[in-house]
């Protein structure tokens, strides 16, 4: 088992940034990704980062170039650094980590919500 606790959401004006933090606890040898994914009201889970143990990240087209996910495998923490946030940024955030034998974990989530 992997437990996921996230942190960092919040209330913030267009325009700011927040830097979510998911720390990871259990079974986490053999935790090959971690990432973020978000919820708005009333629309379904997307994804929004991911990155490997390796360091390798991939970002969904709506937060390339806005957003970094980042990784400190000594402390078995991923980050999301979210800057220029927008109002449409506004959601859950959910932290997740996939092992290599195919089991999957989510955090509860952390609400992040921009004002215009």
């Known amino acids: 088992q992997v437990q996921l606790v996230e942190s960092g959401g919040g209330l913030v004006q267009a325009g700011g940034s927040l830097r979510l933090s998911c720390a990871a606890s259990g079974s986490i040898f053999g935790i090959a990704l971690m990432g973020w994914h978000r919820q708005a009201p009333g629309k379904q889970r997307e994804l929004v980062a991911i990155?490997?143990?390796?360091?390798?990240?991939n970002y969904s087209d709506s937060v390339k170039g806005r957003f970094t996910i980042s990784r400190d495998n000594a402390k078995n923490t991923v980050y999301l650094q979210m800057d220029s946030l927008k109002p449409e940024d506004t959601a859950v955030y959910y932290c997740?980590?996939?092992?290599?034998?195919?089991?999957?974990?989510w955090g509860k989530g952390t609400l992040v919500t921009v004002s215009s």
């Open positions: 990155i490997t143990r390796g360091g390798y990240a």
């Open positions: 997740n980590a996939l092992q290599l034998n195919g089991m999957g974990y």
